[in-house]
């Protein structure tokens, strides 16, 4: 396995890749599925415990794995969006020398990295991301995984401090807007979330209210044996 580290040209924002090497039985074409990992730590520090140890559990499982470094507070909204959206770009314009499927990438986020994760997800076709000079077709994620995800922003059932560490002083004027159940639309890809109702840090309403938005807009559930 190589380890890279590639800057994502935004500050300190930058993508850890481990890359396996094709078996010398695979085919000179061999491809494999990607997952980018997303790091939760409420947009003011990234959580160690949610970054390579979870790709080391993807990689064995036979992906090829990536860990995004995005961008904290006091960078603010739309920082992390495109920090995903370059991952993806990259990831995808190097994927035959990286072994990647092209249409079997991944995102994986675990709490404040699951509002990262989720907002590409439902904004990868946004003009915010094709202004900043990338394809919105390089950026979509081909599937999204959400662990305890950060998603409403309403008060009084949201992990506040990430919101306050994305949005700075325009939180309440912008928080509607990062309510993500509110931005899923027919175009979000396949998604699996799971959470537990005794969770202390992030309430579970959050996971409650979007997967009641993906089942309205009739998101598909994703399905493991489907994607590796």
């Known amino acids: 396995m190589q380890i890279m580290e590639y ?10 890749a481990y890359i396996q090497e094709p078996m010398p039985a695979d085919p000179e074409d061999y491809r494999m599925p990607a997952v980018v990992v997303f790091p939760g730590g409420g947009y003011e520090h990234l959580a160690p415990k949610e970054g390579e140890p979870i790709a080391m559990e993807f990689a064995a499982a036979g992906y090829q794995t990536f ?3 995005s961008s904290l507070a006091p960078e603010r909204f739309p920082a992390p969006l495109l920090d995903g959206a370059r991952a993806l770009s990259w990831i ?5 020398q990286w072994h990647v499927d092209p249409d079997k990438i991944a995102v994986c986020g675990f709490s404040a990295g699951g509002h ?32 305890y ?11 506040e401090g990430s919101f306050e560490s994305l949005l700075g002083e325009a939180v309440e004027e912008k928080r509607g807007a990062m309510s993500l159940e509110t931005r899923v639309n027919a175009q979000n890809p396949p998604t699996f979330l799971w959470h537990t109702a005794a969770d202390q840090a992030v309430p579970v309403v959050s ?7 993906l ?5 598909s559930q994703l399905r493991y044996e489907d994607y590796l």
């Open 7 to 16: 800057s994502l040209g935004t500050g300190m924002a930058h993508l850890t």
């Open 67 to 69: 860990v995004l470094y």
């Open 92 to 96: 995808r314009t190097n994927a035959e």
């Open 116 to 147: 990262a994760a989720a907002l590409l997800g439902c904004l990868w076709n946004d003009p915010v991301i094709a202004a900043a000079g990338i394809s919105n077709e390089k950026a979509r994620p081909d599937a999204v995984i959400l662990g």
């Open 149 to 159: 995800p950060v998603i409403t922003s309403e008060k009084g059932k949201c992990h």
């Open 207 to 213: 996971s409650l209210r979007m997967a009641a938005a």
């Open 215 to 219: 089942a309205e807009h009739k998101i």
